[in-house]
């Protein structure tokens, strides 16, 4: 409304004006090198105004053929950069870093410096091994809000590729704080944690993939058992330790390295009765040999005799494999030939295995039939293995529990028993959320 007054004013100014040069012409005379031109006022003025109005019209044309020049000589350079950009994507995809390194110059020279340039040179640079290149070109987009998720990957990929976990490590906690719904930044801060033993970290992760929905309650329960278990093992505070171990229990009963952990810190702080509770517990529903050395620290009794009877109180009169192993290594102890010939023989019978005539050789050798414990002995070469702690993924077996396999690194794989039945295929995030964090535009760098 304000522009429309002020257009109408303005021409009623110019109308005022030619109404007055119209009723005042006047003239106006002018001399230059002998010749004398003579017109009117209203004449000049109109000449004038036509001079501006040609003259501003000669400036937009030029201008405008200008602009179009070089907007077209732009798109052109663009249209070709874009072209070297793709082509450096298909030599990313061959693992062809000096190729792809050639095209992001050619680029960059282009199109100038821009994310997707450095996004280039960069993995260019991750494709030839020029980590140090590869970092530059990575920390450029760093304070770009628009490609921090590119920065913090591409670094990620950088300390990957180097080998240096610790550095992997601090880059996956700012990705995973600044990124929180971003699957490889946890992922990379589950496993670069679990290679430094950083349990806090890696439960961070594992809550993450757990609210949204990338590991599910069950293996999530489990896997947060084991990382707690982790944390009471290291904790130097006993009743932190304690607190730990507990919470581990809670999550996954079935855990028996966290029921001996806590049985025997609760034996330590002479909690004597609560710690028998947790063994009984634990020998329903899965005998362990740990869980019998734990029950062992329960009694003061010296005498073999007395300790094979307190063993009794646990394991009852056998019935499983592991209470007829423990009974009848006790009753050898114990100089107890007929109890230790009842459990070896219920043991061979239910578990034909390594440890069964081991312990009859023993008892022949003990009795002084030094045949009998020959060929018990001979027996031991074509016996099944020993129960142990056997990886789901690759078979390898430890005698000792840890969270890690000690043969392909899988996590909270280790399960207790004999090697049988077919290996499970590697499992993969988000089922354990282990991923090496790949490189953003192609596997192969």
Known sequence: MIRLLFGLAILLLLAAAAAWLADN????????????????????????????????AATQLWRWLRKGYWEHRTLSRHRRGYNELAWGLSALLESDGARAKRHAKKFEKLVGTTPLSNVLAGQAALAQGDIRTARQHFAALEGDRRTQALALRGLMAADAREGDTGAMLGTAKQAAARLPKAEWAQSGLFESA???NDWKAAETALSAAMKSGRVGPAEGARQSAILNLCMARDACNKETAMHLARKALDLDPELIPARALLANLLIDAGKKRR???????????????????A???????????????????????????EAHAALARMALEADLPGPARTHIDALIEAAPQQRAYQLLADLERALGHEES????????????????????????????????????????????????????????APDQLQSEPVPLLTSGS
């Open 295 to 321: 029950w062992m620290r329960l009694t003061d009794e010296k005498t073999a005799a007395l300790r094979y009877r307190h063993l009794g109180t646990l394991a009852g009169d056998g019935g499983h494999p």
């Open 25 to 56: 012409p006047g003239q106006v005379s002018i001399a230059f090198e002998g010749y004398t031109v003579e017109t009117s006022a209203a004449v000049l003025m109109l000449l004038a105004g036509l001079l501006i109005v040609v003259t501003v």
């Open 275 to 293: 710690a028998k509770s947790t063994l009984k517990d634990g020998w329903r529903r899965d005998p362990h040999p740990d869980l019998a050395d």
């Open 194 to 196: 679990l290679a430094l």
């Open 373 to 428: 414990a020959t060929i018990a002995e001979q027996n031991i070469i074509d016996a099944a293995p020993d129960p142990a702690w056997h990886c789901d993924v690759c078979g390898h077996s430890e005698p000792q529990w840890e969270p890690l396999c000690g043969g392909c690194g899988a996590f909270a794989t280790l399960h207790w028993g004999g090697l049988t039945g077919a290996l499970k295929p590697p499992s993969k």
